[in-house]
């Protein structure tokens, strides 16, 4: 079995800052995502990748960027923290973008002073 | 753009009561899936269901594609199934899931 593990697991910054969440996958899938999920709500794509080097844009990612520099890993950069993105952003993977099994990582959690 | 609406948003049940949980999408669905998240934690694929009945273990889904409708029946609940209840569909191949709303179901003993 596979693993995805996110980086770090607790964020804290201060308002206006630039943040880096990553994470890291070893199932050798091609596509990865990140999600943001505010507090009792669903979630909403931010970027997602196809493969190595390729980045989408998905439906929130205004005031984010995303970097897929290798097949294993993903990392999503808020580019300007504000108190109203305090969320839990989820990265998850999948063998391929149509594929039906997507795993996701524990999450991390984003609180911005 | 594609909505994808669930209910109840919330649920009650006492351990050994049925649930039911639906799911209801603005356009046609090409793949639909139902996501468990355990409170705090992350979310883990429950069923893969795009059309028809689908069963696993206590869970039983059934999706009426034309209809843009899924539920999701848990029978004998039990307090470990206490969680949120997610569904996501992909309106077209090729293209990534929307995540519904969500359902916080709690099973009390």
């Known amino acids: 079995g596979g693993i995805i593990t996110q980086t770090p697991k607790f964020l804290i910054g201060q308002e206006g800052q630039k943040l880096t969440l990553k994470c890291q996958q070893n199932?050798?899938?091609?596509?990865m995502y990140w999600y943001r999920q505010d507090s009792g709500k669903g979630l909403r794509l931010i970027y997602y990748?196809?493969?190595?080097?390729?980045?989408q844009k998905g439906d929130l990612s205004e005031g984010y960027d995303a970097s897929r520099e290798k097949k294993s890993s993903f990392s999503l950069t808020v580019t300007s923290a504000q108190k109203n993105e305090m969320a839990v952003f989820l990265c998850?993977?999948?063998?391929?973008?149509?594929?039906?099994?997507?795993?996701f990582g524990p999450g991390t959690r984003l609180t911005v002073l | 753009g594609q909505q994808v609406q669930q209910s109840p948003a919330s649920l009650v049940l006492q351990e050994g009561e049925n649930a039911e949980l639906q799911c209801n999408f603005s356009?046609?669905?090409?793949?639909l899936q139902w996501f468990y998240q355990r409170p705090g934690g992350s979310l883990v694929s429950l069923l893969y269901?795009?059309?028809g009945t689908k069963h696993t273990g206590r869970l039983t889904s059934t999706t009426v594609t034309k209809e843009r409708r899924s539920s999701l029946h848990i029978s004998s609940s039990q307090t470990t199934d206490s969680g949120t209840y997610f569904c996501?569909?992909?309106?077209?191949?090729?293209?990534?899931?929307?995540f519904g709303t969500g359902t916080k179901l709690q099973v009390v003993p």
């Open positions: 998850a993977s999948s063998i391929y973008l149509g594929a039906y099994e997507q795993y």
């Open positions: 199932f050798n899938h091609d596509t």
């Open positions: 990748s196809i493969t190595e080097n390729d980045l």
């Open positions: 356009s046609t669905a090409t793949r």
């Open positions: 269901n795009p059309s």
């Open positions: 996501a569909m992909e309106a077209n191949s090729g293209t990534y899931q929307r």
